[in-house]
């Protein structure tokens, strides 16, 4: 994040910006300055000069408010469509990375870019402002008199060191106030959580005594605290004495010795404090930035572009020496085996055994501790899981609110014409004849429009319109009636491809169908 | 929490926090009226007069610095003593009250409610205080200049208070609006993300970028929109308080030209006009605050007042009991009937059960902790009368025994110095004394609850003679649930089977070692009734 990208996101607008925040700094500022010629003219008795200045002074201060008004809009949009490309980017990066929490991704796209755009760009903005009014209360000054920006600088070097005097003291106060705070919070746990014993003994006086006590050390540390802070305001209180009165004595000084005239006079402290409420804020906004400065670096890194690997179709594969550990500790140990191109095979296994495991170690979705997964594409180049294309099926493949259609070719437009026959080997064709949008039917996330085995008849579909050359299911068919099951099985056994599915629920029948079955156990003591 | 009780805390103190609540704004106003009559002065060419005024004002701002400092204290002084003596009270209705408080409630209960109070309530009355005492100068000010002036002065005050209202509503609308517009596309970003595992591999992120990137930019038009809405507060609020302080500068000169008042009027103009406005909307800020700490005063004044639960007066100290009819329904619906029970004086009972048959709720019925949904518990003495037990001498080791901060000796006696003698014969017994002799400062040494510097066993054993040395009759035992744990338990077992006190032992997990120290067993079956 920086002031270039910002500008750059719209330059033209960028400038009128910057144009804008320079009018109304320089109205307010010379409606400041007009208010001397008022002055002057009332007290020359002069009742239409005083007129025609104070009107004047009037519309430029009211120019300067609008102005600011629209420099504030301005900014805004800028604001709004630089966070709307940094969004598109970080949201690129979590695509292409694939492993983050919702929550995390959401954090980051809402809150912290709202907190970015309070805490950053506009104390940005502020500092801008800030700095053009104190430019131009410095050149007004100089106007009025050159040693006045002397006197401002001399008195804005104390108000700024004033604080520094209790700053140590106070901040010590404050931290043992809040460890006062926490040992009040500690007696508390360490009596409360024995309430009943000491009910049962009837010890009411001891632990009395000691919440008591630590109540009264916390009191008298905010005490002190406070004490302190008074005097602060105190000390403080004589810089902006020397800042509002000094420089107003120090100019009646210079009108006394006719070096400024009247109206001069009413005006100059106002200036000053311009030039002390600008540095305030600009300290202020400084504070702000710094504090998102965490917050940026990993806006930074989430808006660096990663490209997804790349990937390679695939029609056999070879597992060896699998062996898969979970967090918790528990191991499972997997068979060798080979699946060669075009097989059919049937994963079956106890639950536990660790099936829809194995397909995500396949999917390169899971690192596995031990062992190897070697695809091979069909001219026998080695290719590992993570750069290979494999089709699969999960027991909840997530839908998507948009059309039917869309959901099958995943926004694919050139799959469209391949729909109607693969909704048709899917047995997906008598559902949507019960939907008067038929294809065109929109997926409704929050109403759960669609049945459990249309979903899955549409994720299969969306699957098998693709005709991978090797495709992973596990219990893709688990909702779908055993009919149907059987029909869109042997449509899947039809196809040249390399099949690998995990399903419980098959008929003897079915399953014969199948070239072969790889069976796991699960392990017993396998700690 | 209130007014008067702030008050009583210390009268003579809260006076003058009111009086310097009020003194510091009129400082404040006496130097704006010093300004009018400096100008008019340097207008005269009264010189040296002009700079007596300006140290003057430089004396009465010093002042009023120091005021607003000394306030602060006085008035952090005031509330502190007074949060000492409420979470005192607070503390005392807690132990009297008989029901369970949660550790974390308590701790927020007596911090930062009290301090949110303090803050809401209290500093706000201070707070409508000085903002009076602002209006009032300012407002007499005015009127010593002159009485169009302060008309006009008013006249402005309520039409600022009142403009923004009108706005207001389209102001919230645009707010409701973005909040809607966030709201939509979190959804959507969770709707989508939640299938990004199948978006990559089908390689659908431009489909993604597309949905999301509309969404994202509702919600940025909606922020524009916002704020395109406040700016035009502004440029109107702008405009009309433009032409009010065009209107009452044209006043002043017109006045000042013809003599009506004084030049200095000019400067104090748009300060009063200024304090007037403010005054009233902090008066207005400070008010809500005050009702929105209403609710909270009450329950923090409810837990401060004397609970009218006590613990009922025990006599006599219990050796044997019986239960009839006794249930507990909990607040799922589950609910557990009880088997009546008898046991005599010096009986040594094993209690076992299925895990969630109801074993440590029975054992905390019997002590009181819990009260049944039906049923009673009747304890009888020594003679066999019927008595209403004194709780502390029923001795109970539950699974995680509960130390206090204080030395070992006083984690045995309860804080109770008598009994301190008697601890000695005892320690012997229960074969504590090597573990004392390894502590530093021996039964001197104090527990620290953060760094456990007791081991499982020693918390059992400590509070084993904690139930000895209050001479307790009855003892009931929640066996560990940890290895470790059992170990010592068993040891305590051992001593207190041999002993003439009445036992009752609850055992998660059993073994025939155990069960031959009983003189019988109690089996509670889990019911499966529900509702």
């Given at each position: 994040?920086?002031?270039k990208e ?11 910006i ?7 700094s ?5 409606s ?33 408010t609008?102005?600011l008004?629209?420099?504030t ?38 809150s ?7 805490d950053?760009?506009?104390?940005g903005s ?51 106030a ?5 040992e009040?919070l500690?007696?508390?746990?360490n009596?409360?959580?024995?309430l009943?014993?000491?009910r049962?003994?009837?010890v009411?006086s001891?632990?009395?005594?000691e919440?008591?006590?630590?109540s ?11 004490n302190l ?25 210079l ?22 409420n ?65 097989d ?8 536990g ?19 190897q ?26 839908l ?13 437009n050139n ?5 109607p ?14 939907f ?7 997926v409704?996330?929050?109403q ?37 099951t ?16 995990i ?5 003897p029948?079915l ?10 156990q ?6 | ?19 310097t609540?009020a003194?510091?704004?009129a ?6 009226g010093?300004?009018a ?23 009465v ?15 952090t ?5 007074y949060s000492?003596?409420?979470?005192r ?23 930062n409610d ?12 201070c707070n ?6 602002f ?28 403009l923004?209202?009108?706005l ?18 979190l ?6 993300l ?30 524009v929109?916002?704020?395109g ?9 702008g ?12 006043l ?12 200095g009027a ?15 909307e ?26 009218s ?5 025990s ?25 009546d029970?008898n046991?005599?004086k010096?009986?040594?009972?094993l ?7 109801g ?9 009181g902790e819990i009260t ?8 009888r003495n ?18 995680a025994?509960?130390l ?19 601890l ?21 040494t ?10 499982g ?11 000895l ?12 649930t940890s290895?470790i744990?059992?170990?010592a338990?068993?040891?305590i ?7 003439e ?6 055992a ?19 019911n499966?009734?529900?509702g």
């Amino acid at each position: 994040m920086s002031i270039k990208e910002i500008i750059r996101v719209n330059e033209p607008r960028a400038i009128l910006i910057l144009v804008i925040y320079i009018f109304s700094s320089f109205s307010s500022t010379g409606s400041q300055y007009l208010l001397k010629y008022a002055i002057n003219a009332i007290s020359n008795q002069n009742f239409s000069n005083f007129l025609f200045w104070i009107i004047t002074q009037a519309v430029t201060k009211f120019m300067a408010t609008a102005l600011l008004a629209v420099a504030t809009y301005k900014f805004n949009q800028q604001m709004q469509e630089y966070i709307h490309r940094v969004r598109d980017e970080i949201l690129r990066h979590y695509y292409a990375n694939g492993q983050d929490k919702i929550s995390k991704i959401e954090n980051e796209l809402s809150s912290n870019m709202k907190i970015l755009t309070t805490d950053y760009l506009e104390p940005g903005s502020i500092i801008v402002q800030s700095l053009l009014v104190i430019m131009l209360s410095i050149s007004a000054l100089f106007t009025l008199h050159w040693s006045l920006i002397l006197a401002t600088i001399i008195v804005a070097i104390i108000v700024f060191l004033l604080p520094k005097i209790m700053k140590k003291k106070l901040s010590t106060a404050t931290a043992t106030a809040a460890m006062q705070n926490s040992e009040l919070l500690e007696t508390i746990s360490n009596w409360f959580q024995g309430l009943t014993e000491l009910r049962r003994y009837h010890v009411f006086s001891k632990m009395n005594k000691e919440l008591d006590r630590t109540s009264q050390a916390l009191a008298q540390a905010n005490i002190k605290k406070e004490n302190l802070h008074g005097i602060a305001i105190g000390i403080n209180g004589i810089g902006n004495t020397l800042g509002q009165i000094g420089i107003m004595g120090y100019a009646l000084v210079l009108l006394v010795n006719h070096q400024i005239d009247f109206g001069s006079w009413v005006i100059a402290t106002s200036f000053c404090s311009n030039i002390f409420n600008g540095l305030w804020d600009i300290v202020d906004a400084i504070t702000s930035i710094n504090s998102t400065k965490q917050l940026r670096d990993l806006t930074g890194k989430l808006r660096q572009f990663i490209s997804l690997p790349q990937v390679v179709p695939v029609n056999s594969v070879q597992v060896k020496n699998l062996v898969v550990e979970y967090q918790h500790g528990e191991k499972i140990a997997y068979p060798d085996f080979t699946i060669n191109a075009g097989d059919k095979v049937l994963l079956t296994g106890d639950s536990g055994s660790g099936k829809s495991t194995l397909l995500k170690v396949l999917l390169g979705e899971l690192i596995p501790q031990q062992g190897q997964v070697i695809y091979q594409t069909d001219n026998g180049q080695v290719i590992s899981p993570q750069n290979a294309m494999v089709g699969y099926i999960a027991q909840d493949s997530s839908l998507f609110s948009t059309s039917i259609t869309d959901n099958i070719t995943m926004f694919a437009n050139n799959l469209v014409e391949k729909v109607p026959k693969v909704t048709e080997k899917m047995q997906l064709s008598a559902d949507l004849g019960n939907f008067p949008a038929g294809l065109k039917t929109q997926v409704n996330l929050d109403q759960d429009n669609l049945s459990g085995g249309q979903k899955q008849k549409i994720v299969l579909a969306r699957a098998a319109i693709r005709e991978p050359q090797m495709l992973l299911l596990d219990e893709a068919t688990s909702a779908i009636d055993s009919n149907a099951t059987a029909k869109i099985v042997h449509e899947l056994l039809q196809t040249k491809q390399t099949l690998l599915l995990i399903a419980h629920n098959f008929s003897p029948k079915l399953m014969q169908q199948f070239d072969y079955q790889i069976n796991l156990q699960a392990k017993e003591g396998a700690k | 929490m209130t007014i008067k009780d702030f008050f009583k805390q210390n009268p003579l103190r809260c006076i003058l926090i009111i009086f310097t609540a009020a003194f510091f704004p009129a400082m404040h106003l006496v130097n704006t009226g010093l300004l009018a009559i400096i100008t008019t002065a340097v207008k005269k060419w009264q010189i040296p007069f002009a700079f007596w005024l300006v140290a003057i004002m430089a004396l009465v701002s010093l002042v009023d610095y120091f005021t607003q400092g000394w306030f602060n204290s006085l008035f952090t002084k005031q509330a502190e003593e007074y949060s000492v003596a409420l979470r005192r009270k607070i503390v005392q209705h807690y132990f009297d009250d008989q029901a369970d408080h949660q550790v974390s409630q308590v701790q927020n209960r007596l911090t930062n409610d009290i301090e949110q109070v303090t803050w809401d309530y209290f500093a706000s009355w201070c707070n409508i205080i000085m903002d009076i005492s602002f209006f009032v100068f300012a407002f007499l000010l005015l009127l010593n200049f002159h009485w169009l002036l302060l008309v006009i002065s008013i006249a402005m005050t309520i039409i600022s208070l009142i403009l923004p209202k009108l706005l207001n509503k389209q102001l919230q609308k645009a707010t409701l609006h973005i909040s809607s517009a966030n709201k939509i596309y979190l959804d959507s970003l969770e709707k989508w993300l939640s299938g990004l595992a199948e978006l990559r591999r089908y390689l659908a992120g431009a489909k993604l970028f597309k949905v999301i990137q509309v969404d994202s930019k509702k919600l940025e038009d909606a922020n524009v929109k916002q704020v395109g809405l406040q700016q035009t507060l502004v440029v109107i609020n702008g405009l009309i308080s433009e032409s009010f302080s065009f209107l009452l500068f044209i006043l002043a000169g017109w006045l000042i030209i013809n003599h009506h008042v004084q030049f200095g009027a000019w400067i104090v103009v748009g300060d009063c006009q200024y304090y007037l406005a403010s005054s009233i909307e902090q008066m207005i800020a400070a008010y809500g605050r005050i009702e929105g700490s209403k609710s909270l005063n009450k329950q923090i004044a409810d837990s401060a007042t004397q609970s009218s639960v006590k613990q009922e007066k025990s006599v006599g100290t219990p050796v044997s009991l019986i239960t009839e009819n006794l249930s507990l329904k909990f607040p799922n619906g589950e609910r557990l009937t009880f088997p009546d029970i008898n046991i005599k004086k010096g009986e040594k009972v094993l209690l076992t059960g299925d895990s969630g048959a109801g074993k440590t709720s029975l054992l905390k019925i019997l002590l009181g902790e819990i009260t049944p949904t039906t049923g009673k518990v009747i304890f009888r003495n020594e003679k066999g009368q019927k008595i209403i037990p004194n709780m502390s001498k029923v001795g109970y080791i539950s699974q995680a025994p509960v130390l206090f901060p204080g030395s070992i000796a006083d984690n045995m006696t309860m804080f109770n110095a008598c009994l301190k003698s008697k601890l000695t014969p005892l320690i012997e017994r229960i074969q504590f004394a090597r573990d004392v002799s390894n502590f530093p400062t021996g039964l001197n040494t104090r527990i620290n609850l953060n760094k456990l510097n007791i081991s499982g066993g020693q918390r059992q054993k400590i509070v084993l003679i904690r139930a000895l040395v209050h001479q307790s009759k009855i003892i009931l035992i929640d066996e560990g649930t940890s290895a470790i744990d059992q170990q010592a338990t068993i040891e305590i077992l051992r001593e207190v089977t041999s002993g003439e006190q009445t036992v009752i032992f609850i055992a998660h997990s059993l073994n025939d070692y155990m069960r031959q120290m009983f003189d019988r067993e109690i089996h509670l079956v889990k019911n499966k009734n529900l509702g």
